[in-house]
């Protein structure tokens, strides 16, 4: 059985910094995407992040100069960098996966920006 446990979530001030991580367990080969999406209250959940395996990149536009994403291909593990963080950027974080056109998703993790 294939999971996505994030990490690094956590209460930071605006204009401060958090990086997510993302590691997958279980048997499974590669992702061929990776990502990360999130959640605010009342909101459905939106894109924040991708990365392919061939090196692609997607991004939010409200993220675009401010975030980054990379993964570790051979650990089936991906990273998400934030920086210049604002109060709208607070939401629960989910891990997205995808491999074989098969999707996987983490529980999601909790990042609140408030001063």
């Known amino acids: 059985q294939v999971q996505l446990v994030e990490s690094g979530g956590g209460l930071v001030q605006p204009g401060g910094s958090l990086r997510l991580s993302c590691a997958a367990s279980?048997?499974?080969?590669?992702?061929?995407?990776m990502g990360w999406y999130r959640q605010a209250p009342g909101k459905q959940r939106n894109l924040v992040a991708t990365?392919?395996?061939?090196?692609?990149?997607n991004f939010a536009d409200s993220v675009k100069d401010r975030f980054t994403i990379s993964r570790d291909g051979a650990k089936n593990t991906v990273y998400l960098q934030m920086s210049s963080l604002r109060p709208e950027d607070t939401a629960v974080y989910y891990c997205?996966?995808?491999?074989?056109?098969?999707?996987?998703w983490g529980q999601g993790i909790q990042v609140t920006v408030s001063s």
């Open positions: 279980g048997t499974i080969a590669r992702f061929d995407v």
């Open positions: 990365l392919t395996i061939h090196g692609g990149t």
């Open positions: 997205n996966g995808v491999s074989a056109n098969r999707e996987y």
